[in-house]
């Protein structure tokens, strides 16, 4: 069956490569779609596309380990650093995320899902993860990406 993944994906190799991140950016509501709810197959390649793709179009999942080391040394203040967590709808909640901080000039903020929550929510890191970088990716987000859980 073909699906967008192969239109963004060469899947011939050991193991995929991108081969169009235009097609990521296009589709990426479809993609994260089955990121979540396709079948295992399409789920680790939908994961992939999203995870390849983000960085070159300037969403990096980061550590934010080194701002708060900055911060502790007082190199960098004057702002908060919220830790939300988006438990429900995590992809429409992260892409409101992604436009309240772009349009308040706001980059560090932490995109939690805590893992008493993965157990109620069925959520784990993997699926997290990827939809939080589609998010960023709908929304033109560019940036350091932290997501905790």
């Known amino acids: 069956m073909k699906t967008v993944l192969s239109d963004c994906l060469n899947t011939a190799g050991a193991r995929p490569s991108l081969k169009d991140v235009g097609v990521v950016k296009a589709n990426i509501t479809e993609i994260v779609r089955l990121a979540v709810f396709g079948d295992p197959a399409e789920q680790a390649l939908?994961?992939?596309?999203?995870?390849?793709?983000?960085?070159?179009?300037?969403?990096?999942?980061?550590?934010?380990q080194g701002l708060y080391m900055a911060r502790g040394r007082?190199?960098?203040?004057?702002?908060?650093?919220?830790?939300?967590?988006?438990?429900?709808?995590?992809?429409d909640m992260s892409r409101a995320l992604f436009r309240a901080m772009q349009s308040t000039n706001a980059w560090a903020t932490v995109f939690e899902l805590a893992r008493s929550e993965m157990g109620y929510t069925?959520?784990?890191?993997?699926?997290?993860?990827?939809v939080v970088l589609a998010a960023a990716i709908a929304e033109g987000y560019q940036g350091p990406v932290f997501i905790q859980g």
């Open 122 to 130: 069925h959520q784990q890191p993997a699926e997290i993860a990827a």
């Open 46 to 64: 939908a994961r992939y596309a999203i995870h390849a793709a983000a960085p070159e179009l300037g969403a990096v999942s980061s550590s934010i």
């Open 74 to 91: 007082g190199e960098v203040s004057g702002f908060t650093v919220p830790a939300v967590n988006i438990r429900g709808m995590a992809y």
